[in-house]
């Protein structure tokens, strides 16, 4: 990583400041005022035999201190590290706030990772315990257990000793209620309210694309700091509803139910992220927040159902969606869109984009989007469905928000201003550096990552490339993903690929070129609408091998590839495309929890594929 910026270096004229902090505060000071405040029936349901089930604030401040409870009956004492290996269901909100307060650091880890690689988190963060979700979660952690002579006990959810469990959940809680009482509950909730900010939470490991994984390490300051500051641009209460469905392994979704439940807000939980689009009109939420992937997904499917629909049919979307963005930057310029402008988005907006609004429940008041870049495109298309997508960016590091737009301040191909606390410099190398409450506390055990990462005075390197244009942050690509030619030239990739996933017929694209004489890009199909073109061509049906075999689909792709590429500058254009069968998937090891692409595992997957296109036809 380079070095910092000292303040007396051009680069401090690239400064901004999201204002004051917020309050110093602990994440138990704001679970219990939502328990007293907002005491509301359905705080969060999930979906059991069918049915959507609701759970109440006293019932969840109930199994809370009882799990709490349930836990120091096992031994462990207060700092001690309890690993949460679970899908997104009530029983991860339950046991993570159960952990809070207690005084214990939670180690949430993905349900999606093999066993092979549960070793080195637990003996790492020192687990004592570990509370596994499902039967196959629970076998996981029984097949390494005696490579982990540090875990004392295992508790399953919804497992039992007949997977490798010590105790059930249901036991666990059991043990809480037998030790429970009023007095307890008295004393155990002033206990909770009387830790300090600054105490460890959590231990959050890095999805870990090169060697092992680092464990960030989280204060309760640096996440109520950060909750604060995003209230403070996109505040939510009592009657909003959050369809809950990221990984709470990671911190974007984790802080996002902090987010919702700390203001008194209810979560329903996604059966499953293929049942979100279900979920969505069932639940009708107010607020969502997802991954780029999510919006990507349902605008290729808005377009795929207009081409579907017939010309006349397609036509009126293209012209919507036409006026949409116009509408839109006017909009969000501050600007009147004029008469005529304002008579066709009416128009618009009642043909074509009132339908989407409806597919989301009908409720929706914002998507916030982080992770990835959005391509403005898309997110212009939703602003004028009425369904605005606030696009934030951050990291695990940095609690995780560093910046976010909001209804008062948003600008379209940014990720907004720094939030209330946070500073933030551009380094000379075009690095983002970041100052402020939302840095971590460092890495766990790596004194000299730490210090690699964050500076003597705070400073902390993001490893993006950005720029700041009028106090708003724009990212440009990830510091290790630019794409240097060898001919010296620089490429972002990313920008790139969002131009090409706005096709309807790409679902993911990888641009390659590093050390290269020229940039080349790897496209994933989106077979759906791929096989319905093919039909409509008299192209016979077939394996998707067989597909791609076929000169009009070579051709077609191609020609959908290079009009979204049209205007770029011939040293950043692809010179060469290849299509893959198989979309990019988590269990291959290609992306991360988060959808995010690992860049180095396609590019190993891929190597003989990438190697051809730089041999062959040159």
Request: glycine fraction near 8%; include cysteine.
């Amino acid at each position: 990583m380079s070095a910092a910026v000292p303040p007396s270096a051009p680069a401090a004229a690239h400064y901004a400041s999201g204002g004051p902090r917020a309050p110093r505060g602990t994440l138990t000071q704001l679970f219990f005022e939502a328990i007293e405040r907002a005491d509301a029936p359905d705080a969060i349901q999930a979906k059991v035999d069918g049915a959507w089930t609701p759970m109440s604030h006293r019932t969840i401040a109930e199994r809370v201190r009882r799990i709490a409870l349930g836990l120091r009956s096992l031994g462990v004492a207060p700092q001690d590290r309890v690993a949460l290996l679970a899908e997104n269901r009530p029983e991860w909100l339950l046991v993570d706030y159960a952990c809070l307060c207690a005084s214990l650091v939670d180690v949430p880890v993905y349900p999606t990772l093999p066993a092979e690689q549960l070793p080195y988190l637990l003996q790492d963060s020192g687990a004592r315990v570990v509370v596994a979700s499902t039967p196959e979660q629970a076998r996981k952690v029984a097949a390494i257990r005696a490579q982990v002579p540090g875990v004392m006990a295992v508790v399953g959810m919804a497992a039992s000793r007949d997977d490798g469990c010590d105790l059930t959940l249901a036991e666990l809680e059991a043990r809480g209620a037998a030790a429970d009482s009023p007095t307890v509950a008295a004393r155990f909730r002033a206990d909770a309210l009387a830790v300090s900010p600054d105490q460890l939470v959590t231990l959050i490991y890095t999805s870990g694309t090169t060697g092992n994984p680092k464990g960030v390490m989280l204060t309760h300051d640096n996440l109520v700091s950060n909750l604060g500051a995003v209230r403070a641009v996109l505040p939510v209460g009592p009657d909003d509803l959050s369809l809950s469905f990221l990984p709470l392994s990671h911190v974007f979704a984790r802080a996002g139910d902090y987010y919702v439940f700390g203001a008194g807000a209810r979560i329903a939980y996604a059966e499953s992220i293929d049942a979100v689009p279900a979920n969505l009109a069932e639940v009708r939420p107010t607020v969502m927040m997802s991954v780029p992937r999510l919006y990507e997904k349902i605008y290729a499917r808005v377009v795929e159902q207009a081409l579907a629909g017939g010309a006349l049919r397609a036509r009126l979307f293209f012209w919507a969606r036409r006026v949409g963005g116009r509408w839109s930057d006017r909009t969000l310029a501050g600007e009147a869109p004029g008469a005529l402008l304002g008579a066709q988005y009416a128009v618009a907006k009642a043909l074509v984009f009132s339908r989407l609004r409806e597919r989301t429940g009908g409720r929706l008041r914002f998507f916030v989007s982080g992770g990835a870049p959005l391509a403005p495109e898309i997110a212009r298309f939703f602003h004028a469905a009425g369904l605005p997508i606030m696009e934030g960016y951050g990291l695990t590091e940095t609690s995780p928000v560093i910046a976010c737009n909001s209804f008062d301040a948003c600008r379209i191909g940014t990720v907004g201003r720094p939030v209330a606390g946070v500073e933030v410099r551009i380094a000379e190398d075009g690095e983002i550096l970041t100052r402020g409450p939302h840095v971590m506390r460092g890495y766990h055990n790596r004194p000299e990552a730490t210090a690699e990462a964050i500076t003597p005075d705070g400073w902390f390197h993001t490893g993006d490339i950005g720029e700041l244009e009028d106090g708003y942050l724009r990212i440009t690509d990830r510091k290790k993903d630019l794409i240097v030619t060898a001919g010296g030239k620089n490429i972002a990739p990313q920008p790139i690929e969002n131009r090409l996933k706005e096709s309807p017929f790409v679902s993911q694209a990888v641009m390659v070129g590093d050390r290269r004489k020229y940039p080349v890009v790897l496209v994933v199909p989106d077979w759906e609408q791929l096989a319905r073109w093919a039909g409509a061509q008299g192209i016979p049906g077939g394996t998707r091998a067989a597909l791609l075999a076929e000169p009009a689909i070579q051709a077609k792709m191609e020609q959908e590839v290079r009009a979204a590429l049209t205007g770029l500058a011939s040293f950043e254009t692809p010179k060469k495309v290849a299509l893959l069968e198989h979309d990019f998937s988590i269990e291959r090891g290609e992306l991360t929890p988060t959808l995010k692409v690992k860049r180095r595992a396609v590019d190993e997957t891929y190597r003989a594929l990438i190697d051809r296109l730089y041999t062959e036809g040159d």
